[in-house]
T-cell receptor
Framework: DTGVSQDPRHKITKRGQNVTFRCDPISEHNRLYWYRQTLGQGPEFLTYFQNEAQLEKSRLLSDRFSAERPKGSFSTLEIQRTEQGDSAMYLC?????????????FGPGTRLTVT | AQKVTQAQTEISVVEKEDVTLDCVYETRDTTYYLFWYKQPPSGELVFLIRRNSFDEQNEISGRYSWNFQKSTSSFNFTITASQVVDSAVYFCALSEAQRAGSYQLTFGKGTKLSVIP
């Protein structure tokens, strides 16, 4: 059983550029979450998908951020017109529809550096 | 609003010592879930345990044990006979049922544990 995978692991971009990250959840996990973690802090919730439907978004998710999960499988998180404040680790997590659906399993993260 | 407080920012212990990581939470819900995650230097968050609000039994798993006390809103984590491999940042987290059913996690700021050989 493979875990959650994320690509790329590291991304360095210049301010103003667009970036896109990909998350592949554990197979058959219908719930998918995106979090952001800055240095010295715990992860903060960004958005949630159940299957292909994006059901919840945090106020942290400005209009420069967009997330998709076509066909309820992998998900992408795009940041447009990146700013230095976007530099962070972006974490994806998934959980199953079973009784342990409250447990989220995390991927290795994508570390974004905006220069 | 839900909140998790981990007052200990950093702890250093000598190998084989016991160490307890504190976690205090705030919630208005009667049904909620508490978690501990480990984040080693590699960066990946590793799930350790989930506790339901209606189950106050303490739990032991090998060298790890958890003490859940609703009366004090605490969910503390003890590592017995610590090892160098236990060095990591440990996060306590809380989730409640949201309107959309997301059960998103609210994390504390983490406690960095250093185990010195």
């Amino acid at each position: 059983d493979t875990g959650v995978s994320q690509d790329p692991r590291h991304k360095i971009t210049k301010r103003g550029q667009n970036v896109t990250f990909r998350c592949d959840p554990i197979s058959e996990h219908n719930r998918l979450y995106w979090y952001r973690q800055t240095l010295g802090q715990g992860p903060e919730f960004l958005t949630y998908f159940q299957n292909e439907a994006q059901l919840e978004k945090s106020r942290l998710l400005s209009d420069r951020f967009s997330a998709e999960r076509p066909k309820g499988s992998f998900s992408t998180l795009e940041i447009q017109r990146t700013e230095q404040g976007d530099s962070a680790m972006y974490l994806c997590a998934s959980s199953s529809p079973s009784r342990s659906s409250y447990e989220q399993y995390f991927g290795p993260g994508t570390r974004l550096t905006v220069t | 609003a839900q909140k998790v407080t981990q007052a200990q920012t950093e702890i250093s212990v000598v190998e084989k010592e016991d160490v307890t990581l504190d976690c205090v939470y705030e919630t208005r819900d009667t049904t909620y879930y508490l978690f501990w995650y480990k984040q080693p230097p590699s960066g990946e968050l590793v799930f350790l345990i989930r506790r339901n609000s209606f189950d106050e039994q303490n739990e032991i798993s090998g060298r790890y044990s958890w003490n859940f006390q609703k009366s004090t809103s605490s969910f503390n984590f003890t590592i017995t006979a610590s090892q160098v491999v236990d060095s990591a940042v440990y996060f306590c987290a809380l989730s409640e049922a949201q309107r959309a059913g997301s059960y998103q996690l609210t994390f504390g700021k983490g406690t960095k544990l250093s185990v010195i050989p």
